[in-house]
């Protein structure tokens, strides 16, 4: 069975919708920095982070 897996410059909803005109500050909502593994799993992540580039300017940022 093929199951989908999310591609890996894969951004959040946050991230996409403010990359539209008149949502720009929707992107300063995303808080998927980091990858969130299945609790006592190895591996498998609950929550993939964000790959949008503004997250490393951000960092360096502060």
């Known amino acids: ?6 591609a890996p ?11 539209q005109r ?8 995303c808080r998927q920095i980091k990858d969130v593994p299945l609790p006592h799993s190895t591996g498998i992540l609950l929550v993939r982070r964000c790959h949008c580039a503004c997250h490393g300017r951000r960092a360096r940022n502060q």
């Open 9 to 19: 410059s894969a951004v959040s909803a946050e991230c996409t919708l403010g990359r």
């Open 22 to 29: 008149g949502y720009e500050g929707v992107h300063a909502m």
């Open 1 to 6: 069975m093929n199951i989908p897996v999310a």
